[in-house]
């Protein structure tokens, strides 16, 4: 088991490399890991969500009572910046409805579950941060399909009710399953954590090589584009997100913790819903498997900048006390 855990540990601290070495196997050798197939995708996500569920509890959800106003400005920045952000985009860019629908699911999907860990890292506000994650999630099964409808309605047809289940399925009840097998058998789930880091990495690798090695050929003849595309989105999301806590005056650790929190997105479910409902469009799962690759960077990148403003901080405070 501590073999285990320290794989998982590494696994964990060193994500970002996997990922983009596996995008980039499965991108020059696709037929290396074309044994993971795209209609797997759904099950992967399912597995990253029920770990994310066995991570949550009760206490996880008071922020959202006892500071509702902070959680309520984050899932507005969420599910306003993101989306709009994603069709401005798609349409300065000329985006090819196949991948304007990709941009746009990914700004249409609630926060990622990595950000909680990201906020943490920058010395953010960590129960916001997971307060925004769980609320913008159980939100999603409503708004990400009315979202999609409205900025990708006129560009392909969209099924808000088969979207709706979707999401139920493949996020909300293995998250509600996790939830709560961890508030019952807590014994077990402590035991099991640990590993958790290992096995949603694992998956989410597996939905990336499925995914890139599935559209190899496509990405490398449109590629800097889509690469661009998911850049910028994701940028601007992070300083879109900060500039909303900073207009409405909130504290710097809560700022940092909307603006991860908004920048990251779960592309995983982005993936899933483009590969279920739009398989018409092959070329649509790319934009959600680019944006898990480059958030993980972009994210570990952020966070430890934020960080170091923070130590800065800290360290004029320090001299102006003693002085």
């Known amino acids: 088991m501590n073999a285990l855990k320290k794989l998982s540990n590494l696994f964990g601290r060193y994500m970002a490399v996997i990922v983009i070495a596996v995008a980039a196997l499965a991108l020059l050798a696709p037929g290396t890991v074309s044994f993971i197939k795209t209609s797997y995708v759904n099950t992967l996500l399912g597995i990253v ?19 509702p106003k902070d959680v309520i400005i984050g899932c507005i920045a969420q599910f306003t910046l993101m989306p709009l952000l994603a069709f401005l985009l798609a349409k300065l860019f000329r985006l090819p409805p196949e991948l304007a629908i990709g941009v746009i699911l990914v700004g249409t999907c609630p926060g990622g579950t990595s950000s909680n860990v990201m906020t943490y890292l920058s010395k953010g506000d960590v129960p916001l941060s997971v307060g925004m994650t769980a609320v913008s999630t159980v939100l999603a099964p409503f708004l990400t399909p009315l ?23 493949v996020v909300i009840v293995p998250i509600a399953a996790g939830f709560v097998i961890n508030h019952f058998f807590s014994r077990f789930t402590q035991q099991v954590v640990d590993i958790l880091p290992l096995i949603s990495t694992t998956a989410i690798v597996a939905i ?15 590629g800097l584009l889509i690469v661009g595309v998911v850049i910028l989105h994701n940028v601007l999301g992070y300083a879109t997100g900060y500039s909303v806590g900073k207009l409405l005056k909130l504290e710097p650790a809560k700022c940092r913790a909307i603006s991860i929190e ?3 997105q779960n592309s995983g479910l982005a993936t899933s819903l483009a590969a ?48």
């Open 49 to 67: 969500m029920f770990g994310m569920g066995l991570t949550l509890k009760p206490g996880d959800f008071k922020v959202v009572f006892s500071r």
């Open 276 to 323: 279920t409902h739009f398989a018409a469009y092959p070329l649509a799962t790319i934009p959600g498997a680019v944006f898990s690759v480059w958030h993980n960077i972009s994210g570990a990148v952020l966070a430890n900048l934020y960080a170091r403003t923070v130590q800065t901080d800290e360290s004029k405070a320090e001299k102006a006390v003693s002085c």
């Open 147 to 169: 979202l999609t409808y409205v900025y990708a309605g006129t560009k392909v047809d969209v099924n808000m009710v088969s979207m709706f289940m979707s999401i139920i399925k």
């Open 208 to 222: 990336v090589a499925a995914v890139v090695s599935a559209n190899s050929a496509k990405i490398l003849t449109s």
């Open 262 to 264: 908004v920048g990251m």
